[in-house]
């Protein structure tokens, strides 16, 4: 980040437009992520039967349980999308964090809901990258 001299002050330079537009791109997808995860928790902890169990796979909880796992997910994702837009650092850090954990939870949902799982897991890495991709510019 360059710094500027202003009548004895100094002053950062304002960030770029695009590091600007893929932070806005963040937070809007942590946002949408969340509330998708919210719904889709609040799904299998109604009504279980709408998802379809398929055999032999390693993570095998109860569909109940992976709607907690995606309710509690999905809190933190919205309220961390929503972080990103007053410009909190710690959100943007919480941003990364819940997004690896996310893909991490929508890999080992794909048995359940694989379409699903692969879009929330393409969006998550692309959250990611957005929060830690700084353009030349900034």
Same mark, same amino acid.
């Given at each position: %980040?360059?710094? *500027?001299?202003?009548?004895?002050?100094?002053?950062? &330079?304002?960030?770029?437009? =695009?590091? @600007? +537009? $893929?932070?806005?791109?963040?937070?809007?997808?942590?946002? !949408? @992520?969340?509330?998708?995860?919210?719904?889709?928790?609040?799904? &299998?902890?109604?009504? +279980? *039967?709408?998802?379809?169990?398929?055999?032999? /796979?390693?993570?095998?909880?109860?569909?109940?349980? =992976?709607? $907690?796992?995606? !309710?509690?997910?999905?809190?933190? !994702?919205?309220?961390?999308?929503?972080?990103?837009?007053?410009?909190?650092?710690? #959100?943007?850090?919480?941003?990364?964090?819940?997004?690896?954990?996310?893909?991490? #939870?929508?890999? %080992?949902?794909?048995?359940?809901?694989?379409?699903?799982?692969?879009?929330?897991?393409?969006?998550?890495?692309?959250?990611? /990258?957005?929060?830690?991709?700084?353009?030349?510019?900034?």
């Amino acid at each position: %980040m360059t710094q *500027e001299s202003r009548g004895g002050r100094t002053s950062a &330079a304002p960030p770029s437009a =695009w590091a @600007t +537009g $893929w932070t806005v791109f963040a937070g809007t997808i942590l946002v !949408l @992520t969340g509330i998708f995860q919210i719904i889709a928790g609040i799904v &299998a902890v109604g009504s +279980g *039967e709408l998802y379809v169990v398929t055999n032999d /796979w390693l993570f095998q909880f109860d569909v109940t349980t =992976w709607g $907690w796992i995606h !309710l509690v997910l999905g809190v933190v !994702l919205l309220l961390s999308g929503i972080g990103i837009f007053t410009g909190n650092v710690v #959100a943007r850090s919480i941003g990364v964090l819940i997004a690896g954990l996310s893909a991490i #939870a929508a890999f %080992m949902w794909l048995p359940y809901y694989p379409l699903w799982g692969v879009i929330i897991i393409a969006l998550d890495v692309a959250v990611i /990258w957005a929060l830690t991709t700084r353009s030349s510019g900034s």
